[in-house]
C-alpha cells in the first residue's frame, strides 16, 4: 500500500472513531461536509490561519423554525478581548439558568410557568435568574412577563450546550 492510500485510510478510520463517540443520529453527506465548505470559502478569502463555522437549522418543540449560521476568521477571534464574553459565559453558567432556558425553548414562557417547575427556587430567585440571562442577551421580554431566546441567540445556545457535552 501507498503512502497516500495508507494516510486516506488512516483518515477514513480516524474518521469512523470519532463519529462513533458521537452521542446522536449522524448526519448525512460525509464525514466532513461542512468542513469542506468551509476550506473553500476560507480558501476563496485567502484566510491562511483559518476560521471557525457554526450553523444550525432547529425546530423548537413549540413548533418555531430557525435556521442560523455564523462564520470568524481565527485571525480576527484570536485579536479580540475575551474577557468581554465573561459575562455572557458566566450567565451560562449556573445550572437553574440553564433549566430555564431549556425550558423556554420548550414553551414556557412566562415567569409563572418557570416559577411551576420543581428545584428552580423561589420567584425572587428566577426572577435572579431571568434578568441575568436578559442582562446578557441570551433572553428577551416579549410582553407582561413573558421571554423568549432571541433568534439570533437559538443556535449559538444549542452550539454551546453541544460543546459542552462531555
Known amino acids: 500500500m501507498e503512502l497516500e492510500e495508507r494516510v486516506a485510510d488512516l483518515e477514513r478510520r480516524l474518521a469512523a472513531l470519532e463519529?462513533?463517540?458521537?452521542?446522536?443520529?449522524?448526519?448525512?453527506?460525509?464525514?466532513?461536509?461542512?468542513?469542506n465548505g468551509l476550506r473553500e470559502?476560507?480558501?476563496?478569502?485567502?484566510?491562511?490561519?483559518?476560521?471557525?463555522?457554526?450553523t444550525g437549522?432547529?425546530?423548537l418543540p413549540t413548533g418555531e423554525p430557525y435556521a442560523w449560521q455564523m462564520g470568524a476568521l481565527t485571525e480576527g477571534l484570536l485579536e479580540e478581548d475575551w474577557t468581554a464574553?465573561?459575562?455572557?459565559?458566566a450567565a451560562l453558567g449556573h445550572p437553574v439558568r440553564l433549566r430555564l432556558l431549556r425550558e423556554i425553548l420548550?414553551?414556557?414562557?412566562?415567569?409563572?410557568?418557570?416559577?411551576?417547575?420543581?428545584?428552580?427556587?423561589?420567584?425572587?430567585?428566577?426572577?435572579?435568574?431571568?434578568?441575568q440571562l436578559t442582562g446578557?442577551?441570551?433572553?428577551?421580554?416579549?410582553?407582561?412577563?413573558?421571554y423568549e431566546v432571541p433568534a439570533q441567540r437559538v443556535v449559538p445556545l444549542l452550539v454551546a450546550v453541544a460543546t459542552a457535552r462531555p
Not at 463519529?19 to 468542513?35: H, I, M
Not at 464574553?85 to 459565559?89: G, K, L, Q, V
Request: aromatic share 8%; no cysteine.
Open 57 to 59: 437549522s432547529v425546530r
Open 106 to 131: 420548550g414553551g414556557r414562557r412566562t415567569a409563572a410557568e418557570l416559577a411551576e417547575l420543581d428545584e428552580v427556587g423561589t420567584t425572587g430567585q428566577i426572577y435572579h435568574h431571568l434578568r
Open 85 to 89: 464574553s465573561a459575562e455572557s459565559f
Open 136 to 146: 446578557t442577551g441570551w433572553l428577551h421580554t416579549t410582553g407582561r412577563g413573558r
Open 19 to 35: 463519529g462513533a463517540r458521537s452521542t446522536g443520529p449522524r448526519l448525512e453527506g460525509g464525514d466532513f461536509w461542512a468542513l
Open 41 to 54: 470559502q476560507l480558501a476563496e478569502l485567502g484566510a491562511a490561519d483559518g476560521g471557525v463555522l457554526y
